[in-house]
């Protein structure tokens, strides 16, 4: 089977179609994907040679009363045009997408091939490319159940979010030893998804006079722009820390981690949820329809997280619910317990599996 998987843009869109990728390729399906233009997408990408990629100019959505329209529907046709000329090159037997403006172009030009198509949904909420490209699919794929009622035209399949194969627990001491961490100190992992996250690094700043005295060590993933503000602020208040701006093995700081402070993107849930770690978790606001809020409820009502607004956020507010965790370790068993009951059992294969029965039935009806 030809597959494609369009999947770029977001951390929250390429890795979960990396993952789905990986188990198309390990069941013989050659795979094509295609990406955005973006800096994540590149980095995500170097080393992956195993792949066929190909760059779309697509740009998301902007309001329809906007003069920037004109730019989105010029790169929306380009994106097209690329489409059309992969394939019909390469000929795929199915066409995944998902999620993002990246995608709609590839599922659109499927259609047009007459080829099965399909999207994955890792939101609770749907995002808008996903709501418009729903009406040219056979089925949309689920992360979370809650999103169901969103797609009431479509044929639904709630498969989880995938996660990269990779991404294996491992064993904490020797996670600690490779990030230069102590073993006896309960370790608080801070990430802002793919794309860094300005607000919880400088909440975090300003909560570390707070926590002076914690028996506290943290690993801390702050995106490109504010890497050395943060790692200065931790040697001033001697927190021991390893600051970075991204890291590549996230593995290692998962598996090092006791607990995270996070955005409550689907695909950052899932990871959490793979490793058992409770999280306090800070919806981005800014995201679709407060998706990321909806994300995070359905962990908060699990009992496997604590939610802050970042509205709400203060200084005092963040260090006392890092404090309640670190001096609670009954409590932060059980968000683990809890965490990692959520975690997707087999998402990715799930994904491939409902993709090959659709596009099995297509074969067969052809014949």
């Known amino acids: 089977m030809n597959t494609v998987i369009a999947c770029g843009g977001t951390g929250?869109?390429?890795?979960?179609?990396?993952?789905?990728?990986?188990?198309?390729?390990?069941?013989?399906?050659e795979v094509?994907?295609?990406?955005?233009?973006?800096?994540?997408?590149?980095?995500?990408?170097?080393?992956?040679?195993?792949f066929r990629c190909q760059k779309l100019p697509t740009v998301g959505l902007?309001?329809?009363?906007?003069?920037?329209?004109?730019?989105?529907?010029?790169?929306?046709?380009?994106?097209?045009?690329?489409?059309?000329?992969?394939?019909?090159?390469?000929?795929?037997?199915?066409?995944?997408?998902?999620?993002?403006?990246?995608?709609?172009?590839?599922?659109?030009a499927g259609k047009m091939r007459g080829v099965p198509t399909f999207i994955h949904e890792s939101n609770?909420?749907?995002?808008?490319?996903?709501?418009?490209?729903?009406r040219m699919v056979r089925a949309v794929l689920l992360g979370f159940k809650e999103c169901a009622p969103f797609f009431p035209r479509a044929r639904t399949e709630v498969t989880g979010t995938p996660i990269r194969k990779e991404l294996q627990p491992m064993d904490r001491r020797i996670a600690r030893q490779k990030l230069g961490l102590r073993e006896d100190l309960t370790t608080l992992l801070i990430m802002g998804g793919s794309q860094g996250a300005t607000g919880i690094n400088q909440a975090v700043i300003k909560s570390l006079p707070s926590?002076?005295?914690?028996?506290?060590?943290?690993?801390?993933?702050?995106?490109?722009?504010?890497?050395?503000?943060?790692?200065?602020?931790?040697?001033?208040?001697?927190?021991?820390?390893?600051?970075?701006?991204?890291?590549?093995?996230?593995?290692?700081?998962?598996?090092?981690?006791?607990?995270?402070?996070a955005r409550s993107g689907a695909a950052s849930l899932a990871e959490l949820a793979a490793f058992s770690l409770p999280a306090i978790l800070i919806p981005y606001p800014y995201a679709a329809e407060d998706h990321q809020t909806k994300n995070a409820e359905i962990f908060v009502r699990a009992g496997a997280a604590l939610l802050l607004?970042?509205?709400?956020?203060?200084?005092?507010?963040?260090?006392?619910?890092?404090?309640?965790?670190?001096?609670?370790?009954?409590?932060?068993?059980?968000?683990?317990?809890?965490?990692?009951?959520?975690?997707?059992?087999?998402?990715?294969?799930?994904?491939?599996?409902?993709?090959e029965r659709y596009t099995q039935s297509n074969h067969d009806a052809r014949l």
Do not use: W
């Not at 929250?12 to 399906?29: W, Y």
């Not at 094509?32 to 195993?50: H, Q, Y």
């Not at 200065?232 to 981690?257: G, L, Q």
């Open 211 to 261: 926590l002076h005295e914690a028996p506290l060590q943290v690993i801390h993933l702050t995106g490109t722009r504010d890497e050395r503000l943060v790692a200065d602020n931790y040697k001033r208040e001697k927190i021991p820390a390893c600051v970075a701006a991204f890291h590549h093995a996230m593995e290692e700081v998962y598996s090092a981690a006791d607990f995270a402070l």
């Open 124 to 134: 609770a909420i749907p995002g808008k490319a996903n709501r418009v490209t729903a």
């Open 32 to 50: 094509m994907l295609f990406v955005s233009e973006k800096e994540i997408d590149a980095l995500a990408m170097s080393g992956r040679s195993e």
């Open 12 to 29: 929250g869109h390429l890795f979960p179609g990396l993952a789905v990728a990986e188990v198309l390729r390990s069941r013989g399906h």
């Open 309 to 355: 607004k970042e509205s709400d956020l203060t200084a005092e507010l963040l260090a006392q619910k890092i404090r309640e965790l670190i001096d609670d370790p009954d409590q932060l068993r059980r968000l683990a317990e809890v965490s990692g009951r959520l975690a997707p059992k087999n998402a990715a294969a799930l994904v491939v599996e409902t993709m």
């Open 62 to 108: 902007p309001s329809p009363f906007s003069p920037k329209i004109f730019g989105f529907l010029g790169r929306f046709a380009e994106s097209l045009r690329v489409c059309r000329g992969v394939y019909r090159k390469f000929k795929p037997h199915a066409v995944l997408g998902m999620g993002g403006f990246t995608s709609t172009a590839p599922v659109l």
